[in-house]
């Protein structure tokens, strides 16, 4: 396998070859090329925030038999840019008796408790910022600051309902971060490393390769409880009750407006793509295409030529010609994706797929109260997930072997 480094890889081969940056020491050049990924990492979470609030409010519409957002921009596609500005233009709002300093950290730790988790996330096969050898426990170590930033957005507010809404949200994240990391061990004992880049490479050879469709049942089972428990940490439906309005008035962030309040948004949302990226990297293969001999590819220009037919009809029947540009050009800039960096579209194409499962469970499940989520945790998924890696390791012995020296005594 190809050795990559993330930006430090990078930073190597430039120093190598671009002489004229020799003014430059290596540490300085690796430091300006990781500020320039984190630009990038971060301009594409807050891209994909804005058209993610917009997708949920349509996806909420359709679920609901309306149409949704229609007024601001084609189809709505620019309300999500007017609540931004509006909530940029309002006053933050400090309570009297609040902790400040506290107060206004906050949200800006939840933020970057999702946000620092995609320096190792692997976009493509050289599009990753720091392919570190504990990638995962990186991932989960960061993910689980939130729970501070929680915290303290309760407490500083000195409110009562922000500070039930703050337990609540932290006995929640605390409590299905054990049926999380369970999930991740069998992929683990697979792939025999801690580096994302590692753990896809290891489902590299076709879909049949993937985790997700090896040692079944138990890597299926794996893939569940790995969802459902992303569900509960990014306070997802049926698990949203730290900040659902009917029981705690908006929950932890209730004292918070103006941007303040919108960062809490955008850091659940940071963290969903990031649950998702995850799950795709683990479970999925990754950014490698699903190839079974040409037969997806086929496949997939079919179903296009097929929804292209169906659309342009609607299109001609309503005389929507707008909508039917928009369509045309939408598929040749996806084409065009996949065509010139196809790594990086099949990774968008598979979290893509996970994130629209995330919203439309949104509008589809019921709530759950507080001891449905705690018995769902502690009795079922983690008693499950023991299980399961129990198989999965037996599994493994199994098709690998038992060691002739496994017996210590």
């Given amino acids: ?54 997708a949920e409010r349509k996806v909420a519409g359709h679920v609901q038999d309306r149409l949704g957002p229609m007024r601001v921009g084609w189809h709505g ?60 426990l990186y991932i989960m170590a960061t993910a689980s600051l939130g729970v501070i930033g929680l915290i303290m957005a309760g407490w500083a507010s000195n409110s009562k309902w922000p500070l039930y809404g703050a337990m609540r949200s932290a006995a929640l994240t605390v409590a299905y971060g054990i049926p999380l990391g369970l999930s991740i061990i069998p992929v683990l004992m697979v792939a025999g490393s801690l580096s994302m880049q590692d753990l896809v490479q290891s489902q590299n050879g076709g879909i049949l390769h993937w985790n997700f469709f090896r040692c079944w049942p138990f890597m299926p089972l794996a893939f569940i409880i790995f969802f459902i428990s ?58 490698l295409p699903p190839d079974l001999s040409g037969i997806p590819l086929i496949l997939s220009l079919a179903l296009l030529g097929i929804f292209l ?59 759950l109260r507080i001891d449905q989520m705690m018995y769902m945790c502690w009795k079922v998924l983690t008693p499950v997930a023991f299980i399961n890696i129990l198989g999965t390791g037996l599994w493994w012995m199994w098709i690998t072997g038992i060691p002739k020296n496994w017996w210590p005594y």
């Fill in 230 to 287: 992303n569900l509960a940490e990014t306070n997802r439906v049926p698990f949203d009750i730290a900040e659902a309005e009917s029981e705690l008035v908006g929950g932890y962030h209730t004292e918070y407006s103006g941007v303040s309040f919108s960062v809490f948004f955008l850091a659940e949302y940071a963290a969903m793509y990031l649950a998702c990226a995850v799950t795709t990297t683990l479970f999925l293969g990754g950014y």
């Fill in 77 to 136: 596609w620019l309300q999500t840019l007017a609540d931004g500005i509006k909530l940029m233009m309002k006053e933050d709002i400090y309570p009297t008796l609040a902790d400040k300093p506290l107060f206004v950290l906050a949200p800006p730790i939840v933020f970057l408790s999702a946000f620092v988790g995609y320096a190792v996330v692997p976009f493509s096969q050289n599009a990753q910022m720091a392919d570190l050898d504990i990638g995962v």
């Fill in 309 to 367: 037919f169906w659309r342009f009809k609607t299109f001609h029947d309503r005389s929507q010609v707008s909508e039917a540009i928009f369509c045309a050009i939408l598929v040749a800039a996806i084409t065009l994706l996949w065509g010139v960096w196809p790594y990086f579209f099949w990774f968008l194409a598979k979290t893509g797929v996970l994130l629209y499962l995330m919203l439309h469970l949104r509008w589809t499940l019921p709530r």
């Fill in 1 to 54: 396998m190809q050795e990559i480094n993330g930006v430090s890889y990078l930073t190597k081969q430039i120093w190598t070859d671009a002489t004229w940056l020799r003014f430059l020491s290596l540490n300085e050049l690796g430091f300006f090329l990781m500020l320039i990924a984190g630009v990038l990492v971060l301009t594409f979470v807050l891209a994909y925030g804005t058209f993610v609030v917009w």
